[in-house]
């Protein structure tokens, strides 16, 4: 077997792809007109972080991505082992010491027909990687971020992570056009459900971490997950319930998480400052319990330094 932590032998022309079993030139890679997750967002995508050449909570990526193909009743196209050694190889041929893995897996490619096809068909795979600004990541953790409230537009199964994202990015885009980083998303009922693509928390002034339980209604973050379990073996207050956006505002302390951060403060929401205006004690404690445990449970790097 050959030593996977080596670079490949020819070093690779710009940014690599992979699409059902072929690793091509990104402005390359391509699927099917008809495929489903084209004509229909018929499909499941993950994201997973990578952070020191280290693939960053991959198993527990890989069980949300089992789940959300369960629901829409897809399988996955390739064993779990064989994924993981995708992941490697799209890291490798990248170079990624620090960006993000973007999977996709779709029905396939059929007759355009709302119906899911009675035939099978085997799904498309496709994964791609980007490096990411540390530099930016870390402005984000050091001064704080501002987010904006609107209604939240989505359909009824945001538990589910497909790629049907259209209200989410009108969301996100409203947000950045009036100088915000990011939207929460606010139910019929009155209540934050989470952001465009993050979670939302808040820290009560008796220090609880607060943050909205599972649901149809929310997405299961990854990075929320492992915060709860690291924050909870530490003993830190949590509370899984709904809140308002007034509580919210009057917040002690107020965060997102998602695999491109974990525990980024939150300073302002729809132009309150929250706290003192700045990133909270308890917020980056959280940031910090998160990388630790983390680098804890973290297989040995994909890449060598």
């Known amino acids: 077997m050959p030593d996977e932590t080596r670079w490949p032998t020819t070093p ?11 690793y091509l030139p990104h402005a390359q890679a391509g699927v099917h007109i008809e495929d489903r997750g084209l004509q229909f967002g018929d499909s499941i995508y993950e ?19 089992e789940r959300s193909l369960r629901e829409i009743r ?33 029905r396939g490619a059929f007759r355009r027909d709302h119906p899911i096809p009675a035939t099978k068909a ?39 992570k497909t ?55 929310v997405l299961p973050g990854v990075t929320r997950r492992v915060i709860l ?12 319930r709904s809140f308002t956006p007034d509580e919210a505002r009057t917040a002690r302390e107020a965060f997102i998480s998602s695999a491109t951060g974990a525990a980024v403060p939150v300073i302002a929401i729809d132009g309150v400052p929250i706290g003192n205006g700045a990133p909270g004690p308890i917020t980056l404690n959280v940031h910090q319990i998160y990388e630790d445990w983390a680098k804890t449970h973290a297989e040995k790097p994909v890449l060598r330094a």
Request: one cysteine or more.
């Open 12 to 22: 690779p022309q710009g940014r690599i792809a992979y699409v059902n079993g072929r």
């Open 163 to 217: 790629t049907q994202l259209l209200a989410n990015l009108l969301a996100k885009t409203d947000a950045r056009k009036q100088g915000a980083y990011e939207a929460w998303l606010i139910d019929r009922e009155g209540f934050i459900t989470e952001g465009s693509s993050t979670n939302a928390w808040i820290v009560t002034g008796e220090g609880e971490l607060i943050t909205r339980a599972l649901s149809h209604a």
């Open 229 to 240: 379990e690291a924050a909870a073996a530490h003993q830190l207050k949590i509370v899984e």
């Open 122 to 160: 085997k799904p498309t795979l496709i994964l791609t990687a980007r490096k990411i600004d540390t530099a930016s990541a870390a402005r984000n953790k050091a001064n704080g971020i501002a987010i904006v409230t609107t209604a939240d537009e989505r359909w009824a199964r945001c538990d589910i």
């Open 74 to 106: 897809l399988t996955m196209p390739v064993s779990r082992a064989a994924l993981k050694l995708i992941f490697r190889q799209i890291a490798r041929r990248n170079r990624l010491h620090n960006g993000l893995i973007y999977l996709q897996v779709t």
């Open 47 to 65: 994201v997973v972080a990578v952070v020191s050449g280290t693939l960053r909570d991959e198993d527990e990526h890989l069980d949300r991505l």
